[in-house]
C-alpha cells in the first residue's frame, strides 16, 4: 500500500454523480496512509495536508476535533506528532471540486434547525447536488443561499454540509451540517453506521411475512452499468443489509417501513426487487408496469391513474437519528409523507375497500 493510497468505503466514490444515483448515500471519504520509515518527526495535521489533496489545515483541524483521526487506532489531536510507522486514518466529509456554483433563492422545507445542524423535508424532484452539468436548481444551491452568512457556504464546494443524500424522486429528510465540526462529527457517525435511519416505500406484490431482513451485496450490474443488482453469493458488490415490516396491505401491493443498515446505491430499490417487489412506479427497476392484480380495463386504468399522481418511485426517507454534533444527545426527527404519497395510498385505500366488499372499482 502507498503512503497516498485512499480508501474509498462506499459507492459513492465509484459511481457518476448522477440525478437518481442513489437514495441514501454517505458523502465522505476514508483514508489510510502509512508513515514511511523515513518519515520526519511531524504534526498530524501538517502530515495530512502534504498528502490529501483539495484539503486545507482547518478542515483536518476540524476532523480531528470531532475524533476523526487515528494514529495506531487511537484519536489524537492535530498537534499529535507522526512517527515513522505510524498507521494514520482519517474520515472527511468530501473534498471540494473546482465547479463553482451560485447561491439560488429555491424555497426549502426546513423542519428544525439550531446553531449545529439543520433538517430538510426534501421534495420530490429535487436534485440535492450537481452532477453531469446540471449545476442549477439543485438543493445545493438552495443552501448556499439561505445559509450564505455561515463560512462553510461560501466555499467553493459542491456539497456544502451534506453528508449523505437521497437521490432526486425520493422525497424525504436530510441532516445539513452548518459548521466544518459538525460535518466531520455526522460524517464519522455515517461512516460508522450509527445513525437511524427508516424509510417508507409502496410495492408491488402482498409482501409473504409481516417483517424479514434482506441481506446481499449490492454492485453494478455486470451487463447494464447504469443499473445495480444483488450478487447472493458476495462475489461482487458490497455489503448491504436492509430490514423491512409491513405497515398496510392492499392486496396487490405493499405498504413497508425499511430501515437502513447501509447506504449502498439503491439500495432499497435493489434489495425489493431482489425479493421480486419492486418500488411501485420505479421505472428504473421495472415497477412501472403492471406487475399484480386483474386483467380488467377499469383497474389498468386505474393503476395509470396512480401513475399519475406519483409520478416517481413511492419512496420517502421518514426519519432520522444521530448523536447531536455539539449537544451530545441522541436525537429523532421525523418527517410528513408528501403530497403525492398520501393521494396514491388513499386511492389504493379506496380500491382494497371496495375490492372486499366485493365492488367492481370504475376509475375514470
Avoid at 49 to 68: L, P, V, Y
Avoid at 93 to 119: A, Q, T, V
Avoid at 219 to 247: I, Q
Avoid at 282 to 308: A, H, P
Wanted: proline share 4%; net charge neutral; with cysteine.
Amino acid at each position: 500500500m502507498s503512503e497516498n493510497e485512499a480508501w474509498e468505503e462506499e459507492d459513492f466514490f465509484s459511481v457518476p454523480i448522477e440525478e437518481d444515483a442513489d437514495e441514501d448515500q454517505e458523502l465522505f471519504e476514508h483514508f489510510k496512509i502509512v508513515a514511511d520509515k523515513k518519515q520526519v518527526i511531524l504534526r498530524v495535521d501538517k502530515f495530512l495536508q502534504n498528502r490529501i489533496e483539495n484539503t486545507s489545515r482547518s478542515k483536518i483541524q476540524a476532523a480531528a476535533d470531532a475524533g476523526n483521526i487515528h494514529a495506531n487506532g487511537n484519536p489524537v489531536k492535530s498537534n499529535y506528532k507522526v512517527k515513522p510507522g505510524d498507521v494514520i486514518a482519517v474520515v472527511f466529509s468530501f473534498p471540494p471540486r473546482d465547479k463553482e456554483l451560485k447561491p439560488e433563492d429555491i424555497p426549502i422545507n426546513i423542519i428544525y434547525e439550531d446553531e449545529d445542524i439543520c433538517m430538510v423535508n426534501k421534495n420530490p424532484g429535487m436534485v440535492v447536488h450537481p452532477g453531469f452539468g446540471n449545476y442549477k436548481g439543485t438543493l445545493v444551491n438552495a443552501l448556499l443561499y439561505h445559509f450564505q452568512h455561515l463560512s462553510l457556504f461560501q466555499q467553493n464546494t459542491p456539497r456544502p454540509g451534506l453528508v449523505h443524500r437521497i437521490d432526486k424522486n425520493t422525497s424525504g429528510i436530510m441532516v445539513v451540517a452548518k459548521t466544518e465540526f459538525s460535518l466531520s462529527h455526522l460524517a464519522r457517525q455515517f461512516f460508522e453506521r450509527t445513525s437511524k435511519r427508516t424509510y417508507i416505500a409502496l410495492v408491488w406484490g402482498d409482501v409473504k411475512l409481516d417483517e424479514g431482513t434482506i441481506t446481499g451485496h449490492i454492485g453494478r450490474d455486470l451487463k447494464e452499468r447504469k443499473l445495480f443488482t444483488v450478487f447472493p453469493n458476495g462475489d461482487n458488490g458490497r455489503h448491504a443489509v436492509t430490514h423491512y415490516k409491513v405497515l398496510q396491505r392492499f392486496g396487490y401491493v405493499t405498504l413497508i417501513q425499511c430501515k437502513l443498515e447501509t447506504g449502498r446505491t439503491h439500495q432499497i430499490r435493489v434489495h425489493m426487487k431482489y425479493i421480486g417487489h419492486p418500488l411501485f412506479n420505479d421505472d428504473t427497476y421495472g415497477g412501472n408496469k403492471v406487475l399484480k392484480g386483474t386483467t380488467f380495463q377499469s383497474y389498468r386504468q386505474f393503476i395509470e391513474n396512480c401513475f399519475k399522481i406519483i409520478p416517481r418511485h413511492a419512496l420517502h426517507a421518514k426519519s432520522l437519528g444521530f448523536l447531536h454534533p455539539t449537544k451530545n444527545i441522541d436525537m429523532m426527527f421525523d418527517s410528513e409523507l408528501p403530497k403525492d404519497f398520501v393521494e396514491v395510498l388513499k386511492k389504493w385505500e379506496t380500491y382494497y375497500s371496495a375490492r372486499l366488499e366485493g365492488k367492481e372499482l370504475n376509475d375514470e
